[in-house]
């Protein structure tokens, strides 16, 4: 069974500075998605960014990026330039994928990192 | 709608009672997913329905917890005989299709509390 790991229960960060959440994960697969999504006290989950694992080019979208080390199944989270909207719990990710189906859809969460962004 | 979103936001109940909790998906997507969030804790599957059937329940709990979506975009997660050990928000998301890889897209979730 995947598992994934986030080793750091709680994190901060001083505004307009960068801050690295660490992830990794368990899979037997060779293909496969890696996510991390941000969960603010509204509870609702917002994708950050996505990384699919065939790709060796590290996904990036603005100022969150990933640090993709396939060989060492971890999965990094780079923000730049933090702001105090970033404050939230952010939660890494993974899916299977199989060519022949199976459980495509199927979400297994780390436990998540709750960030601080100080002022 | 714009987003998925769920009803009640907060609901409290009493051991032993029945629950129901509603999910409303983005119009048009096809794939739609519970997931229970115990405290401290990262999402966990439950469910998942592509259109009207269940494809996989495997994460289900127990048979005191059932799900259904009738008419492929509506879905309802239902809990009999609550106990203590329910307690969690439960999370809704869906997606285009449910393909690998899909985006999911959640819903603020119901707390449910039981007594």
């Known amino acids: 069974a995947q598992t994934v790991t986030q080793s750091q229960p709680e994190m901060s960060v001083q505004e307009a500075e960068t801050v690295t959440l660490s992830c990794t994960y368990d899979t037997s697969e060779s293909d496969y998605y890696l996510f991390w999504y941000k969960q603010p006290p509204s509870r609702q989950m917002i994708l950050v960014i996505r990384q699919e694992a065939y790709k060796q080019q590290n996904a990036t979208e603005n100022r969150f990026s990933v640090n993709f080390q396939k060989a060492a199944k971890s999965f990094s989270l780079k923000i730049s330039d933090s702001q105090l909207g970033d404050a939230a719990m952010y939660f890494c990710a993974y899916s299977p994928f199989s060519n022949s189906g199976g459980s495509n859809y199927k979400l297994t969460f780390g436990k998540g990192t709750l960030l601080t962004v100080n002022p | 709608g714009a987003g998925v979103s769920q009803t009640p936001s907060n609901k409290v109940t009493e051991k032993g009672k029945y629950v129901e909790l509603r999910c409303d998906p983005i119009?048009?997507?096809?794939?739609l997913y519970w997931y229970r969030q115990s405290l401290g804790q990262g999402p966990e599957f439950l469910i998942y329905?592509?259109?009207?059937?269940?494809?996989?329940d495997s994460g289900l709990p127990n048979d005191r917890f059932f799900a259904v979506r009738p008419e492929g975009s509506v879905s309802t997660l239902k809990i009999q005989r609550t106990e203590r050990g329910d307690s969690a928000v439960y999370l809704c998301?869906?997606?285009?299709?449910?393909?690998?890889?899909?985006?999911?897209?959640f819903g603020p979730g119901t707390r449910l509390t039981v007594l």
């Open positions: 329905f592509q259109g009207t059937g269940a494809a996989d």
């Open positions: 119009s048009g997507h096809t794939a």
């Open positions: 998301a869906s997606s285009s299709s449910g393909g690998a890889g899909d985006t999911q897209y």
